[in-house]
């Protein structure tokens, strides 16, 4: 697995800076297995460009409303977040960062005395798959620090589906905005390229994966 990279600067101190990116994947399609609750075994969803009733079957069959951390709680506040969630322990996918990918981000998002330390070893955790139907939102947040020591960013992976809206926004403490429009770039990419699976018959095609990793103190 390779990686293209696309850098940009949000702030002068390394622990702020955010990473823009797509990844290029293999030929193998990247599949999400998770627990079907309405036939009561394990079933899988295979990207890119599963059917929308695969899609709804998920959202409205397999997945809980998505709960936020606000203070020491985690509450569920659909006028502050309206999603869907499956968290790490009901779900598997073929899909990890490696380590050129995770040396990257510590090079761009660790300052110089992190990066020097011995015993440094980034590594991704498996937290969750957020699924946001139509009028779903999360409004302007940062992230809640997890548990596990050394906690200092996230990393998100869009899995490439054919959608509208729901652009991904970051905020740097000066107000500066990067804005990743996501659906725009996977929807092109389904009807530039007629293949089986996808919306215009022939062989699927699987386009970069895109993600985003920055740092925990940034609103988005």
């Not at 193998?28 to 890119?48: G, N, W, Y």
């Not at 089986?196 to 985003?212: C, D, F, L, Q, W």
Request: overall charge negative; charged content about 15%.
């Amino acid at each position: 697995m390779t990686s293209k990279t696309t850098v940009t600067k949000a702030l002068d101190d390394f622990t702020s800076f955010i990473h823009g990116n797509n990844i290029p994947v293999s030929s193998e399609m990247t599949t999400l297995h998770f627990h079907d609750e309405s036939i009561e075994r394990t079933t899988a969803v295979k990207f890119p460009f599963p059917s929308q009733e695969k899609l709804a079957h998920l959202y409205n069959d397999c997945a809980q409303p998505a709960s936020f951390g606000k203070g020491s709680q985690t509450v569920l506040d659909p006028s502050y977040r309206s999603a869907k969630t499956i968290i790490a322990d009901h779900f598997a996918i073929n899909l990890r960062p490696d380590a050129h990918l995770l040396d990257h981000i510590a090079t761009l998002m660790l300052n110089s005395q992190q990066q020097a330390s011995n015993d440094m070893i980034v590594r991704a955790q498996l937290y969750r798959v957020n699924i946001y139907g139509p009028g779903d939102f999360f409004k302007e947040h940062k992230d809640t620090p997890q548990s596990q020591s050394g906690h200092f960013g996230s990393l998100v992976f869009c899995l490439p589906t054919v959608f509208e809206g729901g652009a991904f926004g970051l905020r740097n403490p000066q107000g500066k905005v990067m804005t990743l429009d996501w659906g725009a770039t996977y929807t092109a990419a389904a009807h530039g390229t007629p293949s089986t699976g996808a919306p215009g018959g022939g062989t699927v095609v699987s386009p970069p994966i895109e993600y985003v990793a920055f740092a925990s103190d940034l609103d988005h």
